[in-house]
DNA sequence: TGGAATTATTACTAAATTATTACCGTTAGT
DNA sequence: ACTAACGGTAATAATTTAGTAATAATTCCA
């Protein structure tokens, strides 16, 4: 399970933009639109995205001062001008703006969305998600269960159970549909197998405030 | 002292390109020029570039080809098309090869060098980059390892891939990433090259406060 | 309460994965 | 051309995994 990454879409031209953000949606992205620089200053402070697509010529706060501002705090966000401004001061504005790419308008959406992969790719995997369960901590992608400052690893089907219940913790998760996800299909002979493998997870949670129980 | 940045430049526009050349070059870049893609991947061999601006539109070998040819066996050269083709299914076909950038003519030479900037600008501030593993320490660059005094060199495809360790210290890093990376798939045969050179870093990290784990 | 259905536990096994060592062809430096 | 280092293949060993099977414990109702 990946951690979405959240891309902030800063343009004026409400109608093309929603029709972007559908196309980068779609690549599995989450998308937050602001209308202005303003607002996109506003959304940036709340969302803190990873990726920032950013017009240049709009109302209120025009894109290079919007870069301004983020960049003196965060040099981390990658930001992607997307404008029809084409001539050299602009373009090369961007860029001393510590801008990462300058995306003239027209542009093919397809190509946008290399451009986006492109730079997430690395970033995809090697997530840091954590589950507290009780006193112990659960680590999916390290495979990983430390209690007590004993770390114990699981196995890769230990390690899916037990996340779909952490994901669901406190309520109950059907056992189909433990079944139907990690196994495909939720016939007998697999139930066996999950049981058995409930009894391994079970093994090694000894954490008296954490159990697995079922209903 | 830094390891210059190598630029391997192919297209079949002697006069524009020996422009371009000089203003790479004025940057701090080695820039090295091929005048088609015959050439241009015999250069690709002789060099190794870190970089290549590639033409399309070539004689004897297009850019697309060379750049195909390239991918097979190098994933990590950054790959940069330069040309006049803009139409959509070219572009888009630049980045299906795993290109990394397609920049259409005619651009600002600036406009190049920042994008060529931005891409090395971690590999610059990265220059004598030390890693602390435990009580060890691994310097990349020096292809070495050392623990207690004792110094010890790595070879090539060792450093390759304890610097993918190092540089996501706990985190762990997918097999087929350190396979796509350094050997270009992955491949079984390879999958178990990586499982031979593992076994022969292990034998150099005698520390036991740090240690290369599978999970 | 009794017995069927469900869930738990343990032991066992075949397959897959990872580790180690030995060996070999290629390459670069002398 | 000799040598040493390198990076890989091959053979084999060790470990891990995810099941099956056998058996036990628990739950659920008529």
Redesign the interface.
Known sequence: MMKTIKILLVDDDLKNSMLLKRFVEAEGYEVVYANNGKEGLEMYNVIHPDLILLDINMPELDGFEMARIIRKNDKRVIIFFLTDRTD?VD??HG??LKG???IPKPF?P??LI??IN?RFESLI??Q?VEYQLGDTVFRP????LTYKGETH?LSVRQTEILQMLAENIGKPVERDTILEKIWGDASYSNSLALNVQITYIRRLLPDPSVSITSI
Do not use: I, T
């Open positions: 050299k373009r090369l860029f001393s990462n790419d300058y093919y397809e190509e290399a451009k492109e995997v090697n840091d992608n390290l495979s990983s690893s």
